[in-house]
């Protein structure tokens, strides 16, 4: 059964997409998993760009002037009826061992020409996607759209990402109590010699130590992304010469899979509320 688990976060610009693809490669890295990556947030730079372009492009039927690709292709389909496991496996780009899977955002959802065809679109996805894969990672940003609240509702697991400062674990802290087993917490380009240390966190926001996780800063890492070679780098880090930095990114990044495995498969069910009203979710 599809595990479906939501990224999202109250900052933007806080570094969601990359700590979700960097968890999805350790995951297929490490696990025999079969893992999707959507975006539903409107990112300038496509998730398909983190990684090698395949060697041949798929040219899709069902444009005649040119090759439309992943959710462009998709909304293409659409409208001639419900989409088919055949639509996504055209849809669907292999971006890692026939493991780790993108479905390209295309231009339409960059401009936002089609929001509400896109948003059902993606439902439809979604629910094909129970047939062929283990979990689905969906990077909400920091949407607080209806779409985006209806996905935590759906979601098994919400991992929601922090800047390594006051600000952002302050505000968020101050709107939401900490009582739900379906919520974690990762912070993304983590330096341990911060203020702002997970010990620091565990105390000063009474976080469990089992539901923060962190993604450490790497240079390497984010190169990797920029350059579209994050595939090569997660397999090939045990060709790498050791050094501290290396060893502790791949070391922590191992620790926060194991959060997400863990706690996706225990199902916990609540909602992170409010500290001031116990009725109100987490956007």
Not at 60 to 73: F, I, K, R
Not at 199 to 209: D, E, F, L
């Amino acid at each position: 059964m599809l595990l479906k688990i939501v990224f999202w976060s109250e900052e933007a610009a806080c570094g969601t997409t990359s700590n979700m693809i960097a968890t999805a490669s350790m995951i297929v890295a490490r696990h025999n998993c079969r893992v999707a990556m959507l975006s539903a947030e409107k990112n300038a730079h496509d998730l398909a760009g983190n990684f090698s372009r395949p060697d041949s492009v798929t040219v899709n039927e069902d444009c005649a002037y040119y090759a439309l690709e992943g959710l462009d292709y998709l909304l293409m389909a659409g409208k001639y009826g419900n989409l088919t496991e055949h639509h996504l496996e055209e849809a669907l780009q292999s971006v890692v061992d026939g493991k780790l899977f993108c479905i390209p955002q295309g231009k339409r959802m960059l401009c936002d020409f089609y929001p509400k065809e896109t948003r059902n679109v993606l439902n439809q996805v979604i629910r094909l996607l129970d047939e062929s894969m283990d979990f689905s990672f969906i990077d909400c940003g920091s949407e607080r759209n209806d779409w985006t609240k209806e996905q935590m509702k759906q979601a098994d697991l919400i991992v929601v990402n922090f800047s390594q400062t006051s600000q952002g674990l302050d505000h968020f802290f101050s709107e939401h109590a900490d009582v739900s087993e379906k919520v974690v917490y990762l912070i993304g380009s983590y330096q341990k010699d911060a203020v702002y240390n997970k010990k620091n966190i565990h105390r000063i926001y009474r976080i469990a130590p089992e539901k923060l996780g962190v993604v450490p800063y790497n240079p390497e890492f984010e190169m990797a992304c920029r350059e579209g070679k994050l595939d090569r780098y997660i397999r090939g880090r045990r060709l790498l010469l050791p050094t501290d930095m290396r060893e502790n990114f791949f070391t922590e990044l191992e620790h926060t899979v194991q959060m997400i495995l863990e706690r996706s498969d225990k199902r916990g069910g609540g909602q992170v509320v409010s500290g001031r009203d116990r009725q109100s979710g987490i956007v």
